[in-house]
């Protein structure tokens, strides 16, 4: 269960995690140093705020406890220097210098505990946030708000939706006290997910495109980007591409300047072009995610997806070139075991497609070998299936793609999403990028 836990608790659940390697397990060591201290730091600006001889003296009160936060965050700033934990850049949500020491922390916190987020540490995460909310003095409404908000992401994302619902309608009042655009953006793109996780496709479509507004009026990039991501994927489920690919295209917008959160966003456009059986498109939108030098996990998605491409393409030298890289990345890295996996099978998939079982073949077993070994099940049955298959017919034709996302768009819906189509095209040169890496 998802519940607020001591650094400490908190850590170890996340460490018994079996995906956890020992590189992992050394950064989440320094999280855990980073959450004793703001332990520490909430037991400091409470111990100054009641200092016993200055008890009746509110303005010592005040004094001690902004000098108290503002040491802590510079303890807290070197820490997460020191241990490398905070490498995603500033929190959402600006902060300014001027901000009192309490609403500094508090942004900090989130940066930490979104990188911990990122890395499957919900329980250290979560606890983090929660920990900030002990302090005596509160930080500004805004940023109690992005704090609720972080939480019930990762209450989301561990299943936990009756505390998430809970925790977005808190938001949400907490918006409306301080009439702020910006907080009704993240209660309304969270709601909207809940919505979209519980199959209520008409709600999520109200919540996105009510986030949308807010989001502009907030000016806060990141929330555009998740609103339009959100409506692009309510589209596409509902077979309406000319939208996904205006709204996917809108989200893609709303992340500029940011390399990885561009990444992110054009590989969802590149996998919604190539199951509407767009596969130029898609393999040009999937060079322009290798461009930006993802994350590893999303380097991987982002070549295999290229492979599938351009096999379907005809382009066997594309094919080859992703592969290689794919075979690469897999050799010289213990971790991302499922990201790695799930290339090889692409790989193995996209051979398949372009008429080349013996290459399919072996990257079907090196794929059924990893998931078997961290016990990844649809991918041991999947690869199983097509190893089957090419061995009783080593020289049968290429097994037809399968369409993940439904049916072909209509002729209407391919010209409908031309003007899209055509800018991915125009993003990367997939030889040259590949050429790179």
């Given at each position: 269960m998802?519940?607020p ?9 996340d460490a ?8 992992a397990?050394?950064?989440l ?7 004793t ?5 909430v037991?400091?600006?409470g111990?100054a ?26 303890h ?14 500033v ?15 508090s942004?900090?916190?989130r ?22 909310e002990?302090?005596?003095r ?5 940023e ?21 619902e ?6 949400q ?28 496709y008409?709600a999520?479509?109200?919540?996105y ?6 989001a ?12 339009y991501h ?5 589209a596409a489920?509902?077979?309406?591409l ?6 996917g ?11 990885h959160?561009?990444?992110d ?12 059986g ?10 322009a ?7 590893p996990w ?34 010289a890295?213990?971790?991302?075991a499922?990201?790695r ?7 193995a998939?996209?051979y398949?497609?372009a008429?080349?079982?013996a290459?399919?073949?072996v ?12 016990e990844?099940h ?10 089957a298959?090419l ?6 034709p290429?097994?037809?793609?399968r ?9 209407a819906?391919?010209?409908?999403g031309?003007?899209v ?7 990367a040169?997939?030889?040259?990028v590949?050429a790179?890496?």
């Amino acid at each position: 269960m998802l519940v607020p836990r001591t650094p400490l608790q908190a850590y170890l659940l996340d460490a018994a995690e079996p995906e956890v390697d020992a590189q992992a397990d050394r950064w989440l060591a320094g999280v855990l140093t980073y959450g004793t201290a703001l332990e520490r730091a909430v037991l400091t600006a409470g111990a100054a705020a009641t200092v016993p001889e200055k008890a009746g003296d509110a303005r010592f009160q005040d004094s001690a406890g902004v000098i108290a936060l503002d040491a802590e965050y510079d303890h807290l700033c070197a820490l997460a220097e020191e241990h490398g934990i905070a490498g995603l850049g500033v929190a959402p949500g600006s902060v300014q210098p001027s901000d009192d020491g309490q609403t500094r922390i508090s942004a900090l916190t989130r940066t930490v505990a979104e990188e911990a987020e990122q890395r499957g540490a919900l329980h250290l995460a979560y606890s983090l946030l929660a920990l900030g909310e002990r302090f005596p003095r509160a930080a500004s409404p805004l940023e109690r708000g992005r704090v609720l908000a972080h939480r019930a992401r990762i209450a989301r994302k561990a299943d936990e939706t009756a505390i998430a619902e809970e925790l977005y309608r808190r938001v949400q009042a907490l918006a409306e006290d301080c009439s702020s655009d910006e907080l009704r953006a993240r209660a309304l793109i969270g709601r909207g997910v809940l919505a979209h996780s519980k199959g209520n496709y008409p709600a999520a479509r109200r919540f996105y495109t009510k986030a949308a507004r807010r989001a502009k009026s907030s000016c806060e990039p990141s929330l555009i980007r998740h609103a339009y991501h959100g409506l692009m994927v309510v589209a596409a489920k509902h077979g309406e591409l000319d939208r996904a690919f205006k709204a996917g295209w809108l989200a893609f917008r709303g992340a500029a300047g940011d390399p990885h959160a561009e990444a992110d966003m054009l590989l969802n456009l590149a996998q919604l072009a190539f199951d509407a059986g767009h596969e130029r498109a898609a393999l040009h939108a999937f060079a322009a995610a290798l461009a930006r030098e993802p994350a590893p996990w999303r380097r991987l998605a982002a070549l295999g997806g290229a492979a599938r491409a351009a096999a379907a393409l005809g382009e066997r030298e594309l094919l080859e070139a992703c592969a290689r890289r794919i075979e690469a990345y897999d050799a010289a890295s213990a971790s991302f075991a499922y990201p790695r996996a799930a290339a090889l099978w692409e790989a193995a998939r996209a051979y398949s497609t372009a008429g080349m079982p013996a290459e399919s073949l072996v990257f079907a077993r090196r794929t059924n070998a990893l998931a078997s070994a961290h016990e990844f099940h649809e991918l041991v049955l999947e690869s199983e299936q097509l190893i089957a298959h090419l061995m009783q017919t080593p020289t049968s034709p290429a097994i037809v793609r399968r369409q993940d996302a439904g049916t072909k768009p209509s002729a209407a819906s391919r010209v409908a999403g031309h003007a899209v189509l055509r800018r991915l095209t125009l993003l990367a040169h997939p030889e040259r990028v590949l050429a790179h890496l």
